[in-house]
């Protein structure tokens, strides 16, 4: 019987583990591509990791509106990451070309 109830801890350990792993956010990737954003909306959860990276040939900056997170100049092939740490709406824009927008929401 001992053994029977050290396996059924050990599985429960083990689905624990396991699904603690599946509800980490995972990052979430924002191309800028043709004097756009894309997505131009992407919602995410609280935690995530998100990266836009510059696939045009002209450098563009990733800036919010409410001073939350600035990239430097980004050239191409450039990245810059940031993690949402609380939950909001976060409109965002290129300093360089202000028509460029695009939004984040962190649910």
């Known amino acids: 019987m ?18 603690a792993a599946q509800s980490k956010p995972t990052p979430t990737d924002i191309k800028i591509d043709n004097f756009t954003f894309g997505p131009s909306e992407l919602k995410v959860p609280v935690g995530a990791t998100v990266t836009w990276t510059n696939r045009d040939d002209i450098p563009h900056t990733v800036v919010s509106s409410d001073k939350a997170f600035k990239s430097k100049v980004l050239d191409t092939d450039e990245k810059f990451a940031f993690t949402f740490t609380t939950a909001g709406r976060f409109p965002y824009f290129c300093s360089i070309h202000p028509k460029m927008t695009g939004t984040v929401i962190v649910q």
């Open 2 to 19: 001992r053994r029977s109830v050290f396996a059924g801890l050990l599985v429960a350990a083990l689905f624990g583990i396991a699904a």
